[in-house]
T-cell receptor
Framework: DVKVTQSSRYLVKRTGEKVFLECVQD?????MFWYRQDPGLGLRLIYF???????EKGDIPEGYSVSREKKERFSLILESASTNQTSMYLC????????????FGSGTQLSVL | RKEVEQDPGPFNVPEGATVAFNCTYS??????FFWYRQDCRKEPKLLMS???SGNEDGRFTAQLNRASQYISLLIRDSKLSDSATYLC?????????????FGKGTKLSVKP
């Protein structure tokens, strides 16, 4: 069974800190995604990647960057955390071109104080 | 029209009821459609894909209406365990490329 692992379930950071959210998948999937989920707004795509060292902006990339140095790992970076980045962050992966089935990690609830 | 739109609910139904959700999408070039299920404080999981000819999986039936640009999910004989939020998902660009757009979800609560 595919496993997508996010490094932390809960994270508390201070405004201005640099924050790293890590995501690892174990099924050799080509595609990886970072979403955030907020009440009333649903899931919104931040960044995604179709290949190692490749990244594309999603709908709300501002304030975020990503890194994909290895196929199995996709990192989300908050360069200078702000309170409006308090959210549930979900990493996902999928195989191949069809984007048919996204496998999600269990999420990281980030609070920025 | 929003890219993907769903009635947020909540839908409160008794066990055994039949309930249907609709979802509308704005991009006529979209070709991939899905329903995901998300339990409270859990990650979304794929419930079923939606094919042009419609498809059924046990008590769940999904339909696609391209002319009116909506997809539907029908749940028959509702169980308590069906209580969850159901997310409509559509791909943004034509064909299989491009990313997926999630609706905000429809909350279902099945009562004893």
């Amino acid at each position: 069974d595919v496993k997508v692992t996010q490094s932390s379930r809960y994270l508390v950071k201070r405004t201005g800190e640099k924050v790293f959210l890590e995501c690892v998948q174990d099924m050799d999937h080509e595609n990886m995604f970072w979403y955030r989920q907020d009440p009333g707004l649903g899931l919104r795509l931040i960044y995604f990647s179709y290949d190692v060292k490749m990244k594309e902006k999603g709908d709300i990339p501002e304030g975020y960057s990503v890194s994909r140095e290895k196929k199995e790992r996709f990192s989300l970076i908050l360069e200078s955390a702000s309170t409006n980045q308090t959210s549930m962050y979900l990493c996902a992966s999928s195989l191949g071109q069809l984007l048919e089935k996204l496998f999600f990690g269990s999420g990281t609830q980030l609070s920025v104080l | 029209r929003k890219e993907v739109e769903q009635d947020p609910g909540p839908f409160n139904v008794p066990e055994g009821a039949t309930v249907a959700f609709n979802c509308t999408y704005s991009n006529s070039a979209s070709q991939s459609f899905f329903w995901y299920r998300q339990d409270c404080r859990k990650e979304p999981k794929l419930l079923m894909s939606v094919y042009s000819s419609g498809n059924e999986d046990g008590r769940f039936t999904a339909q696609l209406n391209r002319a009116s640009q909506y997809i539907s999910l029908l749940i028959r004989d509702s169980k308590l365990s069906d209580s969850a939020t159901y997310l409509c998902v559509v791909n943004r660009k034509g064909g299989s490329q491009g990313n997926l757009i999630f609706g905000k979800g429809t909350k279902l609560s099945v009562k004893p």
